[in-house]
């Protein structure tokens, strides 16, 4: 039989079965009954009509499927002209999804509170089927792209833009529970989650501005992706920013159908400014032969780290009142459950991811920060020190956890945060070489392409422009009635005049900086309640 080369799909397939049959049988409460009675239960079995609140979990069990049949493809089924071994090995594959799902459903009688249904054993089945689907219709190319991310250079950057925008789309609508009728969706918006501009889910200001600025970072790095794959474009940051716009005005679009989605017009903006950065820092980096040794990395990391420690144990329901906390710490610490994923049982799995993708990017920025620190010596004990770094932080934040009413620890969070400082200095690892690979050592191309009079060094159509009269007799109209409107405002006009000049000199050295000050300063300007005006 031709087998890939590779063993990391044999060994993937063997973690992932194991990982299904542990999360199949969480909380693992065993019960004894009698082998004959749970027979005879599981033969009887029912088909279960599920609203729209359980469609969730029935998806999950498709989605749960789906990469083991793609790994178990790509393990047996290798690129061969017979077609008698291809049927074969599909026909292997199929059996052994569905055994496996029988077998685990059946078992899940003895470990309750899990739940055995007919819904199940098809949902499983066709997760299965789409994986193997999933294999002949992209396999190959999946697989060539997962090369040419190991090799680096122009490829690297084209796949990990194809993969890092396919996952981030799968996450942004997991788990997939669409509405199926137009009751579903009036009984949807009803609840009144979903906004024009911003969500009242968003929660406090520290939770929603780190959402915020969370959904800025993690279209980032797409940003620099794109910036390198469209370098040759004479309006490049602006093509950029309009492929924020539109991915932001289909994956808020597409959450108004999603049962539980929350849909905010916000969230649209933060995708424009994430890729917008994201090709600001590639502009920046690329005209730089070094940029890390022309910035000083450790100081701004020091500085950094500060509001860094201060912003985490807000994020973990910290509270600094004497009011929030508890003295029952023993009584916690004995119903305190140490079975991984134990606590993500009990809630939706829309909940589930979003609090398991919470805790992996409060801990990512450990591993950058790690890897900016050592970036220039390569050391792959770095990556264990930034793992162990994360996961003793993790640690403090879980046991004052303990303190503080309502709250709890998840040992499971140790896991997520030593996985995210690892993984994330492994990708920034990654990155650097391919930026320091043949094809992707070249230096912007734009130029070349573009004709002569806009390729001057000093072209008007690339530097400042000077100003003309009128222009500046607008300004100067304008500047006056912002200051006759700043001290004529109630409160303290001072203040307000400070906070104006501050940010004039912010847009003056840097002029997208109202993509970031203006959205982040919206939600806290409503002073109206102290002084009777509006924004």
């Given at each position: ?135 002949f219709g992209y396999g190959t190319r999946l697989q060539k792209l997962y090369t040419h991310i190991l090799k680096g250079g ?157 912003l985490l144990p807000l994020l973990n329901g910290w509270r600094y009142s004497t009011q929030a906390m508890t003295f029952s ?207």
């Open positions: 039989m031709p087998l890939i080369k590779s063993p990391k799909f044999l060994y993937f397939a063997i973690a992932y079965t194991a990982f299904i049959i542990y999360g199949s049988l969480v909380p693992l409460a065993y019960r004894d009954i009698p082998f004959d009675t749970a027979l005879l239960a599981f033969q009887n079995i029912r088909y279960l009509d599920l609203g729209a609140g359980s469609r969730a979990d029935w998806i999950s069990n498709i989605v749960l499927y789906i990469p083991l049949g793609y790994s178990l493809s790509a393990l047996l089924i290798a690129k061969t002209k017979s077609v008698f071994y291809t049927v074969f090995s599909a026909t292997l594959i199929l059996i052994f999804c569905l055994t496996l799902a029988v077998t685990i459903e059946f078992y899940q009688q003895f470990f309750p509170p899990r739940t055995v249904s007919q819904n199940d054993l098809i949902a499983e089945a066709m997760g299965s089927v789409i994986g193997l689907a999933l294999w122009r490829e690297a950057l084209l796949a990990s833009a194809i993969l890092y925008a396919l996952a981030y789309l799968a996450i942004s609508f997991f788990p997939y529970d669409f509405v199926t009728s137009l009751q579903e969706l009036q009984d949807k918006l009803a609840l009144g989650m979903d906004a024009l501009f911003i969500s009242s889910s968003c929660g406090s200001f520290i939770f929603c501005s780190t959402k915020l600025i969370t959904e800025v970072f993690i279209v980032l790095p797409l940003g620099i992706l794109l910036a390198v794959l469209l370098k040759w474009h004479p309006h490049r940051r602006t093509a950029v920013m309009l492929v924020g716009f539109i991915m932001g005005s289909i994956i808020e679009g597409v959450q108004l159908f999603l049962v539980s989605g929350i849909a905010q017009g916000l969230s649209i903006l933060t995708r424009i400014v994430g890729l917008g950065l994201g090709e600001l820092i590639y502009t920046k980096i690329s005209h730089t032969k070094n940029p890390f040794i022309t910035v000083n990395v450790r100081k701004y990391l020091s500085i950094a780290f500060i509001p860094y420690l201060l710490i023993a009584e916690k610490i004995d119903k305190l459950n140490w079975l991984p994923f134990y606590y993500h049982y009990y809630t939706t799995e829309a909940t589930a991811l979003k609090s398991l993708l919470s805790v992996f990017a409060m801990y990512l920025p450990i591993g950058l920060g790690i890897w900016l620190w050592h970036y220039h010596k390569e050391n792959s004990a770095h990556k264990l020190t930034a793992g162990l770094f994360a996961l003793l932080l993790c640690l403090i934040m879980e046991s004052g956890k303990l303190f503080f009413i309502g709250k709890h620890p998840d040992p499971t969070n140790l896991l997520i945060s030593f996985a995210a400082a690892f993984i994330s200095y492994a990708l920034a690892e990654l990155v650097y070489h391919w930026f320091h690979h043949p094809d992707a050592k070249q230096p912007i191309q734009a130029k070349a392409a573009l004709p002569t009079h806009l390729n001057s060094k000093h072209s008007p159509a690339l530097d400042r422009q000077t100003s003309s009269p009128l222009a500046k007799s607008c300004a100067i109209v304008i500047i006056a009635g912002l200051l006759w409107k700043a001290l004529d405002y109630p409160g303290s006009s001072i203040g307000l005049i400070g906070m104006l000049l501050l940010y004039a000199s912010i847009l003056r050295k840097y002029s997208f900086a109202w993509l970031i000050v203006i959205p982040a300063a919206l939600p806290i300007l409503d002073f109206s309640p102290w002084t009777g005006r509006l924004f």
